[in-house]
């Protein structure tokens, strides 16, 4: 025997690890590579410490990232860590109160969250041991009772530790509710969900899916039948189950790890998974929830309960014993049979029409093997099942029939319980939940759909009537059973249409198929997504339908209809990009998923839906209606050449206040039409439609910038692919666009000119905090309100003015100085002499500043007054009216106005804004008018846009076009541009403070529209438009008289102010015209 004799009072022993050695045998035994092992006993406390004490010490004083604590095992047993770091180490220290012996088994996370990895040798600890080549097991140590463990990972540490406990002398293994423990060591900043809850979420799917345990289809879908009863019709929740559902349906994700499953064990899976998800969307109120809910049935097979399943394991051994093939190894069909038996997928679908298809073509393998890969299940696929598939089919001629009836009858078998969107299973399934005309419909949809020819829209509009009968019974339906059942027959009819129109409709489809075609998809849209927008674009559709005629001016109504649903579409693909793309990446990394399925993957869904078609068919009849127009493939707005280096952005906005040193052509998606041009940029391409008296069309006609729409797709997609190259735009004497690659930016193109605008000092001197229309001059307020009083008495009557009262340069810098504003002007100096320094900081402050400013005793009395004199309605509160003062003067310090100034030289102190106060007039039509056509120069032509209500839609952030319209000056000849697409109209009264500063009116600049005017009440009335009865578009006539006296008014204008070109904007109410403002056109 041997004797070891170890000091009781050393408490940093817990074990004796040992193996024996047999010299006679030169053999060594270490307990079948386990070590034996004798625990020591050690003097235990009467209480339980909690494990969190172990680590307050630890971490006193030290930079902690992560520390958390979790409740395990028996009562008041518990797991605490902290991470920190120690100088440029990261550190990780566990405890716990769980008494004897404990080892952590563990392993890293180096690419994603809650992976299992080997970790490196420089990480473990003394004593650690590796286990199976797949994790590390370190023992804990004991000190002042608790198990402690300190980990060391130096400057370059995993992402954290994914592990579980292990007690030796029981064999008791500790985990997080059946799964592993995580602590996070290196926090992402970056690519992380929405939420912790969500992030959570994910972690448990990543867990799972990329553990070492056994998986399949039916361990996936039951899990996302656990977590769907957490999330619920929660979107965002929905949103990600979907993702991971659709990176399975892909086969991005295993859907077989070491686990044989039996047919009706998925079946079942299936079955209870979908009938959850039907009733999520029966309880549901939130139709984005729905939408989502319908996506992922689109992945998920109905399953079943009974023999579903099961027929699939039946059938196939009844056919190889019908026609007496044997069940050996070394046949296609007996490893086929036993794939079948050991876990069977939607690739059995595939498989079954691929060996239908080698069957037909007489045993051609290349048939079979072909329609695998079509399929998505390839050779190697094939060959690495569990129960793989090597042999090739044999092929049997006096079976060949007989084969055929047998599979074809399999082939519904297997769809039965995988396929999601087969029409033919799904009708099966529904029939008897429909009318039998409703059976015989889609039974004759059926029989044409391979070859519809011309009767493609009577099919598609068969298929819609169909869907409506179908989604009224699902909306009156609450047996979830029958609505699951009419659920799929709905996705699968869906399915259908976009095949047929995807498999017949193409570029040269005659516009007497492809009208009728945007009705019927734009009413299947209305079944899943039905709003207000799509319901008044489907409404004035099928007015223009019923009215066509073959000329310009339907032309132009069409394609205003179909701006206008484009723009709701791209607003609904912008939704599913929010909703589902970052989740797609995130997940996708975690699964290490294919990088195209993951870069692609929303865009993937999108064209899998009538969204894609829609999208499709607007395209191919957009080009007809632009050449019937004569519109062209361009939109020039700002009509100057430019060269420069592209670069693709998302958004104008996206880039505001960069500069580039480089002359920089920017291709981009989306103009919201109030931005600043950034320094540096000489042309801007956008495929989004920009109202041509824009904030940024006038800033680029100011700045030479070429800017113009482009519609062509094909043109837009080529530019983007050219980022990083040098381009040369050019206007051709038609006005057409030519783009050309050029080499390199010659040495005087390579830096942009810097622009200085010259400003005149006006004189601030303090006179008045009010003044009225007749006291208007130069010299105390800006061009707004001069020009206005300067032309008012030389229009004739008909063109009438609103009340109107100014407050001059100087009032702003006597409220400043003012005793009460003393500390605020402190602060606000401070903040103006230190904006250039970091101007996304500081303007919200010096915006705040001003907002917090004390109105002077005598300021508001004063102007109540004088607004009363002068016929204007004056505001109950005087703290509304002096709010609205304020926010205009706030205004010179918003982003827009301060990036324009600096990208100009213009010194921030030379602004003044002076207030114009009108009384609102409440507008049925509000117009702006250049007397000089803007585009081509032309002085015997102007250029106006008219929308419905308040001009705020026009001049404002506010999506789509206003009607636009040029007149001939000499014959008052009115040619229409665009008809309106607008969605929303402001209506209302009460008072407008506009901005009126001393650098609107200047040569070579447009000043314009970069300081507020802010309307109180501030919440105008939003009218929804339905342009379906709106006389500006139904009533030729009466639009005429209109625009032709808009019209007029810009010709009286410009005649009153010595035949400059102006700049106007105005209003028509109850019948009468209204000047609000001109200013000299730039």
């Given at each position: 025997y041997l004797s070891i004799k170890i000091d009781a009072n050393n408490k940093d022993y817990r074990f004796l690890n040992f193996v024996l050695f047999?010299?006679?045998?030169?053999?060594?035994?270490?307990?079948?590579?386990?070590?034996?092992?004798?625990?020591?006993?050690?003097?235990?406390t009467t209480h339980k410490i909690s494990a969190v004490e172990g680590i307050k010490e630890e971490i006193k004083d030290r930079e902690v990232i992560h520390e958390s604590v979790e409740t395990i095992g028996k009562e008041g047993e518990e797991v605490a860590w902290a991470v920190y770091k120690d100088g440029d180490h990261y550190k990780v220290t566990i405890t716990s109160n769980i008494e004897g012996g404990l080892i952590l088994h563990w392993g890293v996370s180096k690419n994603v969250k809650r992976e299992w990895l080997l970790p490196d040798k420089s990480y473990l600890p003394e004593g650690s041991e590796i286990f199976e080549n797949s994790a590390a097991r370190t023992p804990f140590i004991v000190e002042d009772g608790l198990n402690t463990l300190r980990l060391d990972f130096g400057k370059n540490p995993p992402l954290g530790i994914s592990f579980v406990l292990f007690q030796p002398e029981s064999g008791r293994w500790l985990k997080k509710h059946g799964g592993n423990f995580y602590i996070p060591i290196v926090l992402e900043q970056e690519g992380q969900l929405e939420t912790p809850t969500l992030s959570s979420l994910a972690d448990e799917i990543i867990s799972a899916e990329m553990g070492k345990s056994s998986w399949t289809l039916m361990h996936r879908f039951n899990l996302c039948y656990d977590l769907l009863k957490r999330v619920w019709d929660d979107r965002e929740g929905l949103a990600l189950l979907f993702v991971w559902l659709r990176f399975s349906a892909i086969r991005q994700l295993d859907w077989q790890r070491r686990y044989n499953t039996k047919p009706r064990e998925l079946s079942h899976a299936q079955d209870r998974l979908t009938l959850l998800l039907t009733e999520i969307y029966k309880k549901s109120k939130n139709l984005v929830s729905k939408r989502l809910i319908r996506l992922m049935l689109s992945t998920v097979g109905r399953g079943g309960e009974g023999g579903v399943g099961q027929r699939i394991r039946d059938e196939i051994l009844n056919i190889m014993h019908r026609h007496k093939i044997k069940e050996v190894a070394g046949h296609f069909m007996e490893e086929w049979h036993q794939k079948l038996h050991n876990n069977t997928t939607p690739d059995d679908i595939v498989i079954c029409e691929a060996y239908l298809a080698f069957l037909r073509s007489d045993g051609d393998l290349d048939v079979f093997y072909k329609t695998c890969e079509a399929g998505g299940v390839s050779k190697e696929r094939l060959r690495s099942y569990e129960r793989p598939i090597v042999t090739d089919p044999d092929f049997v001629p006096h079976l060949k029939e007989a084969l055929i009836k047998d599979f074809e009858n399999y082939l519904k078998i297997l769809k039965a319980v995988?396929?999601?969107?087969?029409?033919?299973?799904a009708l099966e399934r529904a029939k008897d939940f429909l009318e039998g005309k409703t059976v015989e419909s889609i039974n004759e949809l059926l029989k044409h759909s391979k070859d519809p020819g011309s009767k493609i829209v009577e099919l598609l509009q068969r298929l819609t009537d169909i869907r409506e009968e179908i989604n009224r019974i699902i909306e009156e339906e609450h047996d979830i059973y029958k609505v699951r059942d009419l659920l799929y027959l709905d996705l699968a009819l869906e399915d259908h249409l976009r095949l047929l129109i995807e498999r017949n409709i193409d570029p040269h489809t005659d516009e007497d198929v492809l009208i009728p075609l945007i009705s019927i998809v734009l009413k299947n849209l209305r079944f899943s997504k039905d709003n207000k927008e799509l319901s008044a674009c489907y409404s004035q559709w099928e007015a223009l339908r019923s009215k066509r005629t073959y000329d310009k001016d339907w032309a132009l109504k069409a394609k205003s209809v179909l701006d206008r649903l484009s723009r709701e579409i791209?607003?609904?693909?912008d939704l599913y990009h929010i909703l589902i793309q970052k989740k797609a990446e995130y997940l996708g990394k975690a699964f290490h998923a294919d990088p195209w399925t993951i870069e692609l993957f929303t865009e993937e869904v999108i064209r899998g839906r009538p969204l894609f078609v829609m999208s499709m068919l607007i395209r191919y009849l957009e080009a007809k209606l632009r050449k019937r127009a004569h519109l062209g493939d361009w939109q020039v707005i700002s009509p100057n050449s430019a060269i420069g280096e592209i670069v693709v952005v998302n958004s104008l906005k996206s880039i505001q206040g960069k500069s580039f040193e480089r002359p920089t052509i920017v291709i981009t998606d989306k103009v919201f039409g109030d931005e600043e041009p950034p320094r540096g940029v000489t042309g801007i391409i956008t495929h989004s439609a920009v109202d041509i008296l824009s904030h940024i069309a006038v800033r680029t006609r100011n700045y030479h910038i070429f800017f113009a729409t482009c519609y062509e797709s094909d043109i837009i997609n080529t530019l983007k692919s050219m980022e990083g190259k040098v381009v040369r735009i050019n206007i051709d004497g038609s006005g057409g666009v030519n783009i050309e690659e050029v080499e390199e930016l010659s040495t005087s193109e390579k830096q942009p000119a810097l622009t200085t605008i010259h400003i005149e000092d006006v004189d601030a001197t303090f006179t008045s905090y009010v003044i009225p229309f007749r006291m208007f001059n130069k010299k105390v307020v800006g061009g707004k309100s001069y020009n206005l009083k300067r032309i008012r008495d030389k229009l004739p009557d008909w063109i009438k003015t609103p009340p109107s009262v100014a407050m001059p340069f100087g009032v702003f810098q006597r409220v400043l100085d003012d005793e009460k504003n003393r500390d605020i002007a402190v602060l606000y100096n401070r903040l103006v002499s230190e904006v250039d320094k970091d101007y996304k900081k500081i303007l919200p402050e010096l915006k705040k500043t001003?907002?917090?400013?004390?109105?002077?005793?005598?300021?508001?009395?004063?102007?109540?007054?004088?607004?009363?004199?002068?016929?204007?309605?004056?505001?109950?509160?005087?703290?509304?009216?002096?709010?609205?003062?304020k926010r205009v003067w706030a205004s010179k310090w918003n982003e827009r106005a301060y990036l324009s100034r600096r990208a100009n030289n213009i010194p921030h102190e030379a602004i003044k804004i002076a207030i114009l106060i009108q009384q609102l007039v409440e507008a049925d039509y509000a117009f702006v008018i250049h007397t000089i056509n803007p585009f081509t120069k032309d002085k015997n032509e102007l250029y106006g846009e008219v929308v419905l209500g308040l001009g705020e839609t026009l001049v404002g952030n506010y999506p789509g076009r206003a009607l636009s319209f040029i007149c001939n000056k000499n014959t008052m000849e009115i040619e229409i541009v665009s008809y309106p697409d607008k969605s929303v109209a402001l209506y209302g009264s009460g008072l407008i403070f506009r901005s009126d500063s001393s650098g609107e009116d200047l040569e070579k600049y447009a000043g314009a529209g970069l300081y507020d005017s802010i309307l109180f009440p501030p919440n105008k009335g939003e009218v929804f438009i339905d342009y379906t009865n709106e006389p500006l578009i139904t009533d030729e006539r009466f639009r005429t008289e209109l625009l032709r006296n808009i019209a007029k008014i810009g010709i009286e204008v410009e005649k009153a102010c010595d035949y400059i070109a102006q700049d106007i904007e105005g209003a028509y109410s109850k019948g009468e015209y209204y000047l609000l403002q001109s200013r000299n056109q730039v």
């Open positions: 047999f010299p006679d045998e030169n053999r060594w035994d270490n307990n079948r590579g386990k070590n034996y092992i004798i625990r020591l006993p050690i003097e235990t995988h396929a999601a969107n087969d029409l033919e299973i791209g607003e609904f693909i001003v907002l917090s400013l004390r109105p002077p005793e005598d300021l508001l009395p004063t102007l109540y007054k004088v607004m009363e004199e002068e016929g204007l309605p004056t505001l109950r509160e005087e703290e509304d009216l002096w709010m609205c003062i």
